[in-house]
């Protein structure tokens, strides 16, 4: 099948075998994107830079309709992730953006995130430069990028002075991909 035909699909997996999984599907030549996090641990002797999947027992998969079952067949897949009923399907942009923010941060955190409506921004600055958003906690400087499809939100830190307020009919103008 042509590539322009796959779609990434979020894949639910057993608990700690992301890796494991993520191996097995490149093994048999599937696509696969299990985002990789470097956290600093401190001990009291020491600290250690390890990485840990960034979404705790998922990972995505870019695959026609077709190879759904392949998929799901695989040792240490739970099953996809459903949204409203059907497989999460996760745009292309949203991929990269998780990709983007893992290459410039950090440290950063997944969180469950209930959308809500207050001013709009824009950022100006960064590897999320031009990405749109809403305010939703004002006087915090976290930027959270929404990712719609599964209704987690990526958090890292950012200068006020690389954010401005704009009025709705700018935000309109082009999907909102960030909240604050």
């Known amino acids: 099948m042509e590539k322009s035909q ?19 599907l490149i093994r048999k030549q599937v696509e696969t994107y299990c985002p990789i996090n470097r956290v600093t641990h401190q001990w ?5 830079v390890v990485e840990e999947p960034l979404f705790k ?27 409203l009923g059907k497989p999460a399907c996760i745009p292309e942009h949203e991929i990269d953006l998780i990709k983007r923010f893992l290459h410039e941060y950090d440290n950063v955190e997944v969180e469950s995130f209930p959308i809500h409506q207050n001013d709009h921004i824009q950022i100006t600055a960064g590897p999320l430069m031009h990405q749109r958003g809403r ?19 990526l958090t890292a830190t950012v200068r006020k002075s690389e954010l401005v307020l704009l009025n ?7 999907p909102s991909n960030v909240s604050l």
């Open 6 to 24: 796959n779609f990434w699909y979020a894949v639910y997996t057993k608990p700690r075998w992301e890796k494991k999984v993520a191996e097995s």
């Open 44 to 48: 009291s002797d020491r600290k250690k």
């Open 57 to 83: 027992s998922y990972v995505f998969v870019r695959i026609p309709e077709t190879m759904k079952t392949t998929v799901r067949e695989t040792a240490g897949i739970v099953n996809f992730v459903y949204w």
């Open 135 to 153: 305010v939703v906690e004002s006087g915090k400087n976290t930027v959270k990028a929404v990712l719609y499809s599964m209704g987690f939100a």
């Open 168 to 174: 709705s009919n700018q935000f309109r103008q082009q």
